[in-house]
């Protein structure tokens, strides 16, 4: 059966393993670490061609949670799942032309050994930054609210991946996710959006100020082959509302 983690989608491979008892207890006992082999992206011009829209967001209350298994993406675009009647015992080889299903998640006896914890938020729109061509088999973007869906940073924690915090503000490159991309996440029947790249694809911000200050240490400078933004003290790039949109009306010329 084929099957694609939500976040899989965007480039993720992912190998998790409990944390050790000698960790000392606490909330971080036994909670799942791992890695995320994400794209990585330097440049906001980089991120905003890598994404669906780019959106300055205000985010609401959480809406749900799921472990994201992958599910069955028949009718995202992939080969049907294949019954016994059609399987041919002599061609052992898969196909080339069919993904392979992502890396499942080493989790030993924990409930999230062969999923991805994920969490929902409605999130609402103030700012559109940039939006791309339409994806086909999505809906059209609702212009005040999306479904926000990020790693449920209180069950696992994922390199790359931090947590949204309901009435904080955040600038959002996010991918567009119909519902036949995200099969395994039965309880969010509308698109879901992801930010790009787990934490690059988030940025910083308040109601009232344009500053906005990425997540990631990946994020260095606006276009490629310019030069090094300053940074604010924490080390992280900085900048404002008005460049972004600038890079992205770039984009789109």
Known sequence: MKKRLALAALTVAMSLGMVGCSSGGGSEQGKLHGEADYEVYSSIEDLTTASTAAYKVKIGNEIGTECDDGGDAVGDGGEPTAGPEDSDPEDASPSPSV?????????????????LPMV???????????????TLGTDPVDETEII???VDTSKVNLEGASPLIPGSYVVIYGKQLSAAEHPGIQSIAEDVWTPVGGDQGLFDTDAESGTVTARSSEI???????SLQKAVPSGKFTTDIGSLKEVAESVTE
């Open 99 to 115: 993904s392979p299903p992502p890396a499942g998640i080493e989790g030993g006896e924990s409930e999230y050994a062969d999923c």
């Open 120 to 134: 929902f938020y409605k999130a609402t729109i103030l700012y559109e930054i940039y939006v791309g061509p339409t």
């Open 148 to 150: 926000i869906g990020n």
């Open 220 to 226: 260095q400078t606006l276009q490629n082959g310019a």
